[in-house]
């Protein structure tokens, strides 16, 4: 229900728009594959995922001898969720059973990053873990603060230096402060500037160098949280951010701020980083583990 509710925006335009073409055209045939071809990409499916899919639905209508549009529609959502279901543990967060777990989190500014910590931070203890959070962000102004907030709404507690301070330091803390109290969970926020590319990638591997020193087989997840609502941009953020760190998951953040949902597909078929959690909204029970079925459903239903 979340998800039909979060992909509301996606779903009246991309399915709404599908019907209708399915209305119009007596038979499948080239132009009914081209205007799907421009519903796709206005979702911001992704030029190269679209493709993909029109190459499979035609496969679909020639070996099944698909004629009726509508008798094509339910093969276009089989399509979609066999597309995301592929390689990879989509929606599962690798939380040991004993020991701590670090979870790593990147991201440009602005994308939500702060929020998704929160959240999930409410959600683990929903689950009966003990959580901490590391202010690693000490230089955009007001994010220690704003992870505080957070923190007081999931009643978790914050380990923070002053603004400035070095990433690397704050985390070497928490992680003392986490061993010490027996926490569960630590979650560690970083700073996301893209002025400087090179030094916050630089800053980035040695927050994960001293996650790695002190706790042995962490980071347990290093997630890069990307805004939906920026499409392509969302893309590249991935990309160039999975070619420097190493990415094991995505967040997917305000897909009920978009018509462009399509963009999960894009992700999930042009890059090899699992998607694990999105964001539905912006209070804090509005973060699920991505799953592909509820997703092609919240998209189509
Ligand atoms: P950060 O700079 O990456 O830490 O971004 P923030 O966590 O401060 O979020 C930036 C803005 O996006 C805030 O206004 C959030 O309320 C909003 N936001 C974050 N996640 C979501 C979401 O899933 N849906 C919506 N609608 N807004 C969100």
Redesign the pocket.
């Known amino acids: 229900e979340k998800f039909r509710t ?1 992909l509301e925006k996606t779903r009246t335009s991309f399915t709404s728009k599908v019907n209708d073409l399915v209305k119009r055209y007596r038979k499948v045939d080239e132009d009914f594959f081209e205007e799907l071809e421009e519903i796709m990409i206005s979702a911001d499916v992704g030029v190269h995922t679209v493709l993909d899919i029109i190459d499979e639905l035609k496969d679909v209508a020639r070996t099944r001898n698909i004629q009726d549009p509508a008798e094509l529609k339910s093969a276009i959502s089989e399509k979609l969720a066999q597309m995301l279901h592929k390689e990879g543990n989509d929606g599962s967060l690798n939380i040991q059973s004993s020991g701590m777990t670090v979870i790593l989190f990147v ?12 959240k999930l931070a409410h959600q683990l203890k929903n689950d009966g873990k003990s959580v901490l959070l590391a202010a690693g ?1 000490t230089f ?1 102004a007001g ?1 220690i603060d ?1 992870l505080e907030v957070w923190g007081q709404r999931a009643d978790v507690d914050v380990i923070k230096h002053q603004e400035g301070a070095d990433p690397a330091a704050v985390v070497y803390d928490s992680i003392k402060a986490a061993k010490a109290r027996g926490v569960d969970v630590l979650l560690c ?1 970083t700073a ?1 500037r893209l002025q400087n590319k090179v030094n916050l990638m630089n800053e980035l591997e040695k927050v994960k160098r001293v996650i790695q020193r002190e706790v042995p087989g962490a980071p347990h997840e290093v997630l890069l ?1 990307v ?1 939906a609502t920026t499409g392509q941009n969302a893309m590249n953020q991935a990309k160039t951010f999975g070619q420097s760190t190493d990415v094991t998951g995505l967040v997917l ?5 978009t018509a462009k949902g399509g963009i999960v597909l894009a992700i999930r078929h042009e890059l090899d980083i699992p998607v694990k959690l ?5 209070k804090i029970d ?2 699920q583990p991505f799953d592909p079925d509820q997703f092609v459903y919240g998209l189509f239903s």
């Open positions: 979060g991201g440009v500014n602005g994308v939500g990053k702060t929020t998704t910590i929160g962000d955009r994010a704003q926020d996301g949280v805004d953040t305000k897909l009920d701020g999105v964001g539905l909204g912006e509005d973060l």
